[in-house]
């Protein structure tokens, strides 16, 4: 089936510096997720991504988080500075519609 | 609000026991809910929805779940459970105007 993929799978990265967490979704999807996973635990939602614009966010997409696709590209999500409580699993998804396919996750440790 | 409750963190059976996984949730309007199941280290792999019409769905595998608009409610079954089926399963709940948001987690485990 289609497959959403991203890049890399692990970071490990000091805390104050910037991270992109690279993600290539499914190619005529057009709705794009960030969700936050730490210690396999409950999969909590960043963002959502339409037509060049973040749609909705929630309290976790800090001001520090920022999410673009530039022409079709990879969707991306950085964060600058990082913290410590931003060492997580990030996944990311995209959708048609209402389905959602995830990524494999991005294992981001910071030190 | 909108709330999706998973209140099982942990269900424990033996291979070929029927299995219920519960979901809550509180959701005003039209909604869309699925299922996705997590193997350790993976990512969410789509197991089924239900958006409207008959409110028990089939979904990969051998699951099925049903809708309960009076109970709030979207559980997930399988009639006879292999040692493969354990992982972590997820609710999700998407309404008109917002991103699907998931439940806590169920850690399904299957003994031989």
């Known amino acids: 089936g289609p497959k959403v993929l991203q890049i890399p799978s692990h970071q490990i990265i000091d805390m104050g510096q910037m991270v992109t967490l690279n993600c290539d979704p499914v190619s005529n999807h057009l709705y794009f997720y960030w969700y936050k996973q730490i210690l396999g635990q409950q999969m909590e939602f960043l963002v959502n991504?339409?037509?060049?614009?973040?749609?909705?966010k929630s309290k976790l997409f800090k001001d520090q988080f920022s999410v673009e696709r530039p022409d079709g590209s990879y969707f991306t999500l950085k964060i600058q500075p990082t913290a410590l409580e931003d060492s997580a699993v990030y996944f990311c998804?995209?959708?048609?519609?209402?389905?959602?396919?995830f990524g494999p996750g991005t294992r981001l440790t910071v030190l | 609000t909108q709330t999706v409750s998973q209140s099982d963190a942990h269900v424990t059976v033996f291979e070929g026991d029927s299995v219920e996984l519960r979901c809550n949730y509180s959701y005003g309007g039209s909604i869309y809910l699925s299922w996705y199941i997590q193997h350790h280290g993976r990512g969410l792999q789509f197991l089924l929805k239900y958006y409207s019409g008959n409110p028990v769905v089939q979904g990969v595998n051998g699951f099925e779940a049903e809708f309960s608009k009076s109970d709030s409610s979207f559980h997930l079954r399988k009639a006879s459970v292999h040692w493969s089926d354990s992982a972590v399963y997820f609710c999700?709940?998407?309404?008109?105007?917002?991103?699907?948001?998931f439940g806590a987690g169920t850690k399904l485990t299957v003994k031989p």
């Open positions: 991504f339409y037509n060049g614009k973040v749609m909705e």
């Open positions: 998804a995209s959708s048609l519609k209402y389905e959602q396919y």
């Open positions: 999700a709940v998407k309404d008109n105007n917002n991103a699907p948001r």
